[in-house]
């Protein structure tokens, strides 16, 4: 088992026996370990999973102990991420491709999270219009 891994059945066990510190502590570990890992292997979709994995992770962990911007804040870098992923020339065509795979997998919760807790006019406005975009955008497999 992989070091990231490891820190993510460690968080996710903390979790569960309502350690939050704890917890937090795991996921930003295992975020860590996981962005250095990418880094080096940038095409390797598990580790992209698994980093998103790990933010909605912290997201949930926020929500839970009732801080509700530090939970949309850590919704939002994982769809920020992949939106950037999806449009910049320099990566492959298959990592653009993954890119705009996730973006309905990072937007789903951003959208359910602004149904739970009031947004500005103008956040859900943008993420409507995010919402409409990536749907817009999903490649088509035949």
Known sequence: MKVWQLLLVKGNDSFNKQELPLAEDYYHQAIECLEQEWHADIENSNLLLAWISAFHNL????????????????????????????????????????????????????????????????????????????NASQPVMH
């Open 59 to 134: 997201a949930v962990l926020y929500e839970e102990q009732g801080q509700p911007k530090m939970a949309f804040r850590y919704l939002q870098i994982p769809h920020q991420r992949m939106t950037e992923l999806s449009q910049q020339s320099q990566y492959s065509d298959d990592l653009k491709f993954v890119a705009l795979r996730t973006l309905k997998m990072t937007l789903m919760p951003l959208m359910a999270f602004s149904k739970k807790y009031p947004a500005c006019d103008g956040c859900l406005t943008s993420l409507k219009k995010m919402e409409m975009d990536v």
